[in-house]
T-cell receptor, first 111, second 115 residues
Framework: QKEVEQNSGPLSVPEGAIASLNCTYS??????FFWYRQYSGKSPELIMF??SNGDKEDGRFTAQLNKASQYVSLLIRDSQPSDSATYLC???????????WGAGTKLIIKP | NAGVTQTPKFQVLKTGQSMTLQCAQD?????MYWYRQDPGMGLRLIYY???????DKGEVPNGYNVSRLNKREFSLRLESAAPSQTSVYFC??????????????FGPGTRLTVL
């Protein structure tokens, strides 16, 4: 069964520090990888996606992909209390319309 | 530009009752999706519609039916609700280019409780 694993947390990080969120996936054929943020009681919203090995930066966010080790991570620099949310990792494993989702990591930024 | 809208926002049903969840998007997207989200679990795909006129089963289709009414609208029907269908239901849409980077955009969700 194709799986996407995330540590459920909560992950507690001081304000201004770097938050590191990790995601592993089971299918070596996975094509692309998405990070979504979900505030409590709200719907998921896209942060960024990555499909090539290496780093991709967007503002304070950096996605890192290592296909050989089958993991993808999200770094949040200069963490703010407003970054407190659940972060969902999603993987497109067959280049079709279906995403496989992790259960999410709850991040808490402490002022 | 409202994006993806869903109705109703909240619903309480008794076991055995039926209901339809409505979803509409105004982004001219080709593909639409229905997910459920339960505590401690990832989003699970119920059904999706790659394009107008087509629907396909996802990971957890049992107990549900869908209709792609037109390009904008995609509804989810529970014919005989069961307590196991208590969940938060999200509708999403994407451009539907069939590529791995096709991004999904979500509606606000429907919180359904089945007693």
């Amino acid at each position: 069964q194709k799986e996407v694993e995330q540590n459920s947390g909560p992950l507690s990080v001081p304000e201004g520090a770097i938050a590191s969120l990790n995601c592993t996936y089971s299918d070596q054929g996975s094509q692309s990888f998405f990070w979504y943020r979900q505030y409590s009681g709200k719907s998921p919203e896209l942060i960024m996606f990555i499909y090539s090995n290496g780093d991709k930066e967007d503002g304070r966010f950096t996605a890192q992909l290592n296909k050989a080790s089958q993991y993808v991570s999200l770094l949040i620099r200069d963490s703010q209390p407003s970054d407190s949310a659940t972060y969902l990792c999603a993987v497109n494993m067959e280049s079709n319309y279906q995403l496989i989702w992790g259960a999410g990591t709850k991040l808490i930024i402490k002022p | 530009n409202a994006g993806v809208t869903q109705t109703p926002k909240f619903q309480v049903l008794k076991t055995g009752q039926s209901m339809t969840l409505q979803c509409a998007q105004d982004m001219n997207h080709n593909s639409m999706y229905w997910y459920r989200q339960d505590p401690g679990m990832g989003l699970r795909l119920i059904y999706y519609s790659a394009s107008e006129g087509t629907t396909d089963k996802g990971e957890v289709p049992n107990g549900y039916n869908v209709s792609r009414l037109n390009k904008r609208e995609f509804s989810l029907r529970l014919e005989s609700a069961a307590p196991s269908q208590t969940s938060v239901y999200f509708c999403a849409s994407s451009l539907g280019i069939g590529a791995g980077t096709d991004t999904q955009y979500f509606g606000p969700g429907t919180r359904l409780t089945v007693l």
